[in-house]
């Protein structure tokens, strides 16, 4: 049963968390309480904190998409 979860667990950790680690640097918190504050917050709130963190990492994604594909004066 480990075997299945573990796959699973280290997938979600890479791609899923990426926000809570991003705004763990940027804020100065380490991440494992940031997830834990997002997990207790839908808990409490029915949910809306998930549309946060949607927003979240479009944003990070977008940033990094656009940091990606400018030029600088060196390719011109």
Not at 32 to 51: C, E, H, K, V, W
Request: glycine share 6%; net charge positive.
């Amino acid at each position: 049963m480990n075997s299945v979860i573990n796959p699973i667990k280290t997938f979600f950790e890479k791609q899923a968390f990426g926000v809570c680690a991003k705004l763990g640097d940027k804020l100065g918190f380490s991440s494992s309480s940031i997830r834990m504050f997002f997990i207790y917050a839908s808990f409490i709130t029915l949910g809306s904190p998930i549309l946060i963190y949607l927003s979240l990492y479009f944003i990070i994604n977008l940033r990094q998409h656009l940091r990606r594909n400018r030029s600088t004066v060196w390719e011109i």
